[in-house]
Structures are given as C-alpha cells and as structure tokens.
C-alpha cells in the first residue's frame, strides 16, 4: 500500500517550497508572477510559442541534475513535484556584478524594449550551462522559441558567441550548488504519492509507474497530464476546466529508452529533446523534422506519448511512425495490450484506448536494408509553427525495379492520422518511375478529403501531398539532398 501524501514540494532558486493547496489549472507563470511577485518573466503569448516567460526546470536523471528551459506560461505547478525552479531573478555574477550572459547581452546590444530579454537571457543560460562555447547553430535552435520584435536576432547571436569571454559555467551559482540542490530534489521523491484537493480540484502525483496504472484505472475520468504542452493551452486560450488532473512527468520508468539490434523503443514520458540523439542514429531522416517540432522549450516539455495519445489528426510523430510499423503499447492496470499504431487512431477525437488504459510505449522498427524513407512537413512558418499537413512515406525497390513493399502515411489530410492505402495500392507491385508516381496521384482523392482552415485550403493539401510523393520519388533517383540516408 502507497503512503499518501498532501504536500507539492520543490525548490525555487535557492528556496525549499511546500504548497498544500494548488489548483490543478494554475500556471508556473501565474504563481511566479502573483504569488511570489517574481516578475522577470513575462506573459508574451500564453501558449509556449514567444518564449518571454522562459524559466529552467532541474530534474534528477540518474547521477545529474539537467536544466532544460521550458515555457512557464504552459507549465504547472503541480507538475513541479520533486524539481528546481530557476528563475532569472537567481542569475548573478561575482561581487555582485551581472551574469556573463546578462552581461554579454547588454554589451553587444542584445536588448531594446527589454520585454523579451529575462526569456532569451534564460535560454542562453541553459545552452550556456551546457555548452559554453555553442556553434551558430546550436544557438539557433536553442533560441528557436524565443522571439524578439525590436533588436532583431544578430546582436543577441553575438552575444551568445561571447557569454564564454565573461565567465565559465563551473564559476556559475548553478554548479555550485548541483550536488546540494540535486540531493534535496531526490529526497524529495520519499516512495509517496501526493494528492491534493478534492473532485474536480483533485490532484494526483503517483509514487511510481504500477501506481499511477493502479491511480487511472481507478480514476478514469481523469486527465493525465505529462508535458502539458497541449493541455496548458486549454487552460490559457480556452479556458477550459482540465481536473482532476494526474501528472506524469517525473515518472522516470516512462522516461525509458530501449534499444537492439531491430528496434527502438521509446516510453511515453520520453520527451522530443530526450528522443533526439536515439532519433538521430537510427532514423536520421527523421532529424530535419524533428527539429522543426516548435522550439527548444516545448520540446524539453512535450512528450512522444502524449503527441500520441492526444490524437491530433496534425499531430508530427504519428505519420511517420505509421510508416515505420511502429507497435503501440497500452496498459490498464497490471494488463497490457499491443496494437498496430495505424489502428490507435478511430475518428476525430477518438482512439482505440479503453477507460483507464493509457499509453505505455511505442516500438519503432530499424529500417531494414535498402529501404528508403522520408518526412515532410509544411507549415505557413519554417520554424515553431503547427502542420498544414505532414506526409511520410516509405518504399523498398527490387532488383527489377518494382516496388516491393511502400508504406505512406499523413497528417492534416484526415480526421486522423491515416495511411494513403488507395496510393499504395496503385504503386504495389509496378516500376519505380514518374510515370507510375504520376498514375498513382489521383488515388490521393480516394484516401483523403481535406478540410480548408486557417493553415490551408483543401485544395491545396491535395496538390500538396500529390507534389510530396513526386518529390519522394525524385529524391530516391538522387535529384536534391533532402533524402539524407539509405539504409544499406
């Protein structure tokens, strides 16, 4: 039996905190600002896309304590159980003077209205922390969820190239204190569940894994909630009542990575940027696309589960794991099931999930030799925007040139995430040419009737995804780099 407790406990910047009562729907961002009048971070959007309210969350991953920036305008604060906060009001220098970050900004002219400034200083403190002497694109990326709307992005660019000149991390508060501040989080996880308010107030942070199975299957009517990067939306733009909520994002047995020599498998509390380097090696033609998933921020924060189990007919990671074959995993209790993933997905808003069963893992299959594969995604913005539509696609060409086997899947062309079974049947089987690719393009009206919204008209995600299929084809002749690797 699980020992119950009714106490949120974390740290923020150099203080130990115990909250006892916490609404499920309170924002890190709101409790900053109101509570705690810790003001530098500020409400720019209110989604995770601007990245004013950047602040680092510390959590204790085997032996270290990692830093990731995250958004705290969609971040909750029940879902700060056992981590530490850091604010920018914790930066500081020697004898008091400015961080080398805040004071690489100020002398390359990296601030002007200073509204954005405390989230793009927390960003580059992170990849600071983590790399002091970035390349230029790795500053890209880690600011690719910060915007700034006055200076431009060159001088905080200089800046970040030169925060290394005026300090080293390891003279930094933060690495001073590492092991005091992560043996105080790791005491805090003490073999304890937490529950907090009651109905639709009521909060769960499960001990473990087997628990949070026995909490959900008890408590089917409750959200779960890991990275909240969807979910802190419906709070903050549509005002929506999201309890009783269980938060899952500290549950390290989701946080799992298994690998061998045919597959990979990822838990569900893997997040995008834990994800990256397994991603990387195995299915490098995923790293472009990966990339492209919203900014730094929400990719720290966002999980492979969680983009599965929302069922978002635009959601990234399902077209092309669709096309890889990927297994998903569920679990109800102690019981568990596999299911193909092309079968998760039923109708807009529903899925192959029963009450109180939620999703473990997904299993991705290598590819195997002489494969090749490919994901596009088109969006209105290159970077930290939603899909228009994501296609995937997937062939094997025989010794003769025939297609042995393909697989092509798509987001935003449907209710769902959903294969192109009419298209696949007209290329099954026939010479890998143009002529068969453009034969095959009317099949796309049979698999798919688009909808028009605000990302795009019906019209033209069909010619879209008929224009991805010649540009798969063409890559796989060798015209254009995008097709990274083949599988030898």
Not at 272 to 286: C, H, K, M, N, T
Request: glycine share 10%; proline share 5%.
């Amino acid at each position: 039996m699980v020992e119950v407790s009714n106490t949120i406990r974390f740290l923020l910047n150099g203080e130990e905190v115990a909250l006892t009562d916490v609404a499920p729907d309170l924002t890190l961002l709101d409790w900053l600002r109101l509570e705690r009048r810790l003001r530098g971070s500020k409400e720019g959007c209110a989604e995770g896309d601007c990245g004013a309210c950047t602040v680092l969350v510390g959590r204790v991953a085997g032996d270290e304590i990692i830093y990731d920036s995250v958004t705290a305008c969609i971040r909750f604060v029940a879902s700060l159980h056992g981590t530490h906060v850091v604010t920018v009001e914790h930066l500081r220098g020697e004898n008091g003077a400015l961080h080398p970050v805040q004071q690489a900004m100020v002398d390359y002219h990296g601030s002007q209205c200073g509204f954005c400034t405390p989230g793009f200083v927390m960003s580059l403190y992170g990849l600071w922390m983590r790399d002091p002497h970035p390349s230029r694109p790795a500053i890209e990326k880690a600011l690719q969820g910060n915007l700034c709307r006055c200076t431009g992005y060159a001088p905080i660019i200089r800046a970040a190239e030169a925060m290394s000149q005026y300090g080293a991390p390891q003279g930094d508060v933060l690495w001073a204190e590492r092991i005091a501040v992560k043996d105080k989080v790791r005491a805090i996880f003490d073999g304890r569940r937490v529950e907090i308010g009651e109905g639709a107030n009521k909060i769960f942070i499960p001990a473990n894994l087997d628990d949070f199975a026995e909490i959900y299957a008890a408590h089917p009517e409750a959200r779960i909630v890991a990275g909240s990067t969807d979910v802190g939306l419906w709070v903050t733009k549509f005002m929506r009542a999201i309890g009783p909520v269980i938060f899952t994002g500290h549950l390290q047995e989701l946080k799992r990575i298994a690998e061998n020599n045919s597959e990979v498998r990822l838990y569900a509390g893997v997040t995008y940027s834990e994800a990256l380097p397994v991603i990387e090696a195995g299915f490098p033609q995923l790293k472009e696309l990966w990339n492209r998933f919203a900014g730094e921020q929400v990719r720290n924060m966002g999980t492979i589960g969680g983009n599965i189990a929302n069922g978002s007919p635009i959601g990234d990671t399902p077209p092309p794991f669709i096309a890889l074959g990927a297994k998903l995993h569920l679990r109800q209790g102690s019981h568990r099931r596999e299911i193909k993933l092309e079968d998760f997905f039923i109708d807009y808003g529903k899925q192959d999930r029963r009450p109180g069963e939620f999703v473990e893992s997904v299993t991705l299959p290598l590819l195997p030799a002489g494969e090749k594969f490919a994901t596009y995604k088109i969006s209105k913005r290159r970077e930290e925007d939603i899909s228009a539509l994501c296609g995937a696609f997937r062939v094997f060409v025989n010794d003769v040139g025939r297609v042995g086997m393909v697989r092509i899947a798509f987001g935003g062309m449907a209710a769902t995430p959903k294969r192109a079974k009419a298209v696949e049947a007209a290329l099954d089987g026939k010479r890998w040419t143009m002529d068969t690719i453009e034969a095959a393009l009317p099949a796309f009206a049979e698999d798919f009737q688009p909808i028009t919204d605000m990302r795009a008209s019906k019209e033209y995600r069909l010619l879209a995804a008929q224009n991805l299929l010649k540009r798969f084809f063409l890559e796989t002749q060798g015209q254009g780099e995008r097709l990274k690797r083949e599988v030898a």
